[in-house]
């Protein structure tokens, strides 16, 4: 049973569609992330959610969006695709801010 | 700005040799957690240590944090060609809420 899975794996669009990646956690997990992963390896958080809350990162675009239909799952939807977007994101959860993340295997974004 | 930096970006050693990699970081922590990721894949937990602990061992892994100085580093010892992966610090702010990493260090142990 996979622990955090992601939709598509590879995902390939042309600039100015919007798109959605899915995640879905079965944990039980609380709390879940998004982060987009740049060519150079750099992570950086986009968002962190949990049932409380929605943090939103002010460098993000407002282009980028998180929507949780429930407690299980993080989307993220993205508008008016740049090539920049080009990258590859993780959603990931966790039960409490002591514990330890479970990432799914990313989405690899490719803009044309 | 990012939360940790490690040091060094990469590092190349022979099967055998210990691997040393270093992170500091700019906020006070919650906890501080080691990832390894493989090339093409997700991050996987390696170890956690809390603010008030000051060394934690797991296996081939020994995690040292030292909080007055910002940093921790975290030691393989005895490497192996499988240990080649990139490896991340990630630092909980005291709040909880946020998970931010550091750039990574990319390992390659050479057979």
């Known amino acids: 049973d996979t622990a955090v899975s992601q939709t598509p794996k590879y995902l390939v669009t042309q600039m100015g569609n919007d798109k959605s990646i899915k995640c879905e956690q079965n944990l039980g997990h609380d709390t879940m992330y998004w982060y987009k992963q740049d060519s150079k390896k750099f992570l950086k958080i986009m968002f962190s959610?949990?049932?409380?809350?929605?943090?939103i990162n002010e460098t993000v675009p407002n282009r980028f969006s998180p929507k949780s239909p429930d407690k299980a799952h993080l989307n993220l939807h993205i508008n008016s695709l740049e090539l920049g977007d080009s990258a590859v994101y993780f959603c990931?959860?966790?039960?409490?801010?002591?514990?330890?993340?479970?990432f799914g295997q990313g989405t690899r974004l490719t803009v044309v | 700005s990012q939360q940790g930096e490690e040091d060094p970006q990469a590092l190349s050693i022979q099967e055998g040799e210990n691997a040393t990699m270093n992170c500091s970081y700019k906020?006070?922590?919650?906890?501080l957690q080691w990832y390894r990721q493989n090339s093409g894949r997700g991050l996987v937990h390696l170890i956690l240590i809390r603010s008030n602990e000051r060394e934690k061992h797991s296996g081939r892994l020994r995690v040292t944090l030292d909080t007055s100085k910002k940093s921790s580093s975290l030691l393989i010892t005895a490497s192996r060609a499988a240990d080649t992966a990139s490896y991340f610090c990630?630092?909980?702010?005291?709040?909880?809420?946020?998970?931010?990493f550091g750039g990574g260090t990319r390992l390659m142990v050479k057979p």
């Open positions: 990630a630092t909980t702010n005291n709040a909880g809420n946020m998970l931010t």
């Open positions: 959610y949990n049932n409380k809350e929605l943090i």
């Open positions: 990931a959860s966790r039960l409490g801010q002591g514990t330890e993340a479970f």
């Open positions: 906020t006070s922590i919650n906890n």
